[in-house]
């Protein structure tokens, strides 16, 4: 894993694009437009909105294990400490305002 | 695709099995593609019964094995969750079809969970074929919002203090948990 690839760095706030298009997104839909940290950057990897259509998946995309808070996402109680980790492409990826 | 496909008729004269009772659609689409594909020369039946064979032989049993060498060897544990790749290898286990292998350590505070969103990502060569329970919706939607709720319904009730982490395997990653060894096991 290449560790220093791509823009963010552990602990950096990111949101996630509030964005739909059609094709092979691998971002789910429920962690759409919502913010986060990184938790660790995982490299450079092949992009699946490509390789899904037969092409070359280049360039390729750092990929990122992004954290959120549990209570951020769903609204409504849950264990206050619990997370949802997501592995999350960069181009999916804005600084957290 | 010949008529014979269809639900209700004859066992076939060209080689293999076919199910007797009503297929979906997804089945006479998969079926109608190996015809062809056979057909056609790209690939023989030979080359599914292998591929059948290969995906089979993978079971938990390769985790589990993994899960109690990590156990009870320390060292081991070490390298597993260095290089989980190479301690497959050192096992006998052929993990290369992973991207990228990641191993999540339990503690008495941090419970991990994993799941995926979209579809199946599965640790295969480690767990084998996912089970149905882990592609349906049921389980792709309550293991994110519901995680406590789904652990409950496995047997297992967590202390408000302990944290959960669902890992939802969106991408290339494939994570096996290692879990925490049963008191009451030590020598």
Redesign the interface.
């Known amino acids: 894993?290449n560790l220093r690839a791509g823009k963010y760095r552990a602990g950096d706030r990111v949101t996630v694009k509030l964005e739909d298009r059609p094709g092979h997104i691998?971002?789910?839909w429920?962690?759409r437009g919502k913010s986060g940290w990184i938790e660790r950057v995982?490299?450079e990897?092949l992009n699946?909105e490509s390789l899904a259509y037969g092409r070359d998946g280049l360039p390729r995309r750092t990929?990122y294990?992004v954290a959120f808070n549990?209570a951020d996402?769903?609204g409504k109680s849950?264990?206050?400490?619990?997370?949802?980790?997501?592995?999350?492409?960069e181009h999916w990826l804005d600084p957290a305002a | 695709m010949s008529e014979g496909h269809d639900a209700g008729q004859t066992p076939q004269d060209h080689g293999h099995e076919h199910p007797k009772h009503e297929l979906s659609h997804y089945a006479k689409r998969i079926y109608a593609i190996r015809d062809l594909l056979i057909e056609k020369g790209v690939i023989t039946d030979k080359d599914i019964q292998c591929q059948i064979e290969y995906q089979e032989a993978r079971s938990p049993a390769n985790g589990a094995n993994l899960v109690a060498r990590a156990w009870v060897d320390p060292a081991f544990k070490a390298r597993l969750i260095d290089d989980p790749k190479a301690a497959c290898a050192e096992m006998g286990i052929d993990a290369t079809s992973i991207?990228?292998f990641v191993v999540l350590e339990n503690t008495e505070k941090v419970r991990h969970m994993v799941v995926c969103?979209?579809c199946s990502c599965y640790p295969r060569p480690i767990l084998g074929r996912p089970p149905d329970w882990y592609k349906s919706f049921n389980y792709r939607q309550r293991a994110?919002?519901d995680?406590?709720g789904v652990m409950r319904e496995f047997g297992l009730v967590?202390p408000?203090?302990?944290?959960?982490?669902?890992?939802?395997?969106?991408?290339?990653?494939r994570y096996l948990v290692l879990p925490l060894r049963p008191k009451g096991t030590e020598d």
């Open positions: 894993m691998r971002t789910p429920y962690i995982y490299g990897f699946p990929l294990l549990q996402i769903w849950v264990g206050a400490k619990d997370k949802v980790l997501v592995d999350i492409y | 991207n990228e969103t979209l994110v919002n995680p406590r967590l408000d203090d302990v944290e959960v982490r669902i890992h939802d395997s969106t991408a290339d990653i």
